[in-house]
């Protein structure tokens, strides 16, 4: 499985930023896919998360501000009203049932004014 990650940017306080990622190979069933962040010196965190029965998960932190939504092997994360406090690395991940946890690369995205 891999998973390649795109949108990431720098942006003021305020402001949107679309990220996108999508999963390529072949053998694998999606049991889920999310959007991880870590920030410089925590822990990384889950931000949103979508199953495969299409309800979706918020940290509380970015309710009513980030939203995700998956089309097959391609999950996006809609986030607006970004604050300096969502700047971190991003990263997609996906469980399968055959081959379990798979991350991204990661994507940066800096919310500075």
């Known amino acids: 499985v891999q998973l390649v990650e795109s949108g990431g940017g720098s942006v003021r306080p305020g402001g949107s930023l679309r990220l996108s990622c999508a999963a390529s190979?072949?053998?694998?069933?999606?049991?889920?896919m999310a959007w991880f962040r870590q920030a410089p010196g925590k822990r990384r965190e889950m931000v949103a998360g979508?199953?495969?029965?299409?309800t979706t998960t918020y940290a509380d932190s970015v309710k009513g501000r980030f939203t995700i939504s998956r089309d097959n092997a391609n999950v996006t994360l809609q986030m607006n009203s970004l604050k300096v406090e969502d700047t971190a690395v991003y990263y997609c991940?996906?469980?399968?049932?055959?081959?379990?946890?798979?991350w991204g690369q990661g994507t940066q995205v800096i919310v500075s004014s």
């Open positions: 991940y996906l469980a399968s049932t055959e081959f379990g946890s798979s």
């Open positions: 190979g072949s053998g694998f069933s999606i049991y889920s």
């Open positions: 979508v199953p495969t029965d299409g």
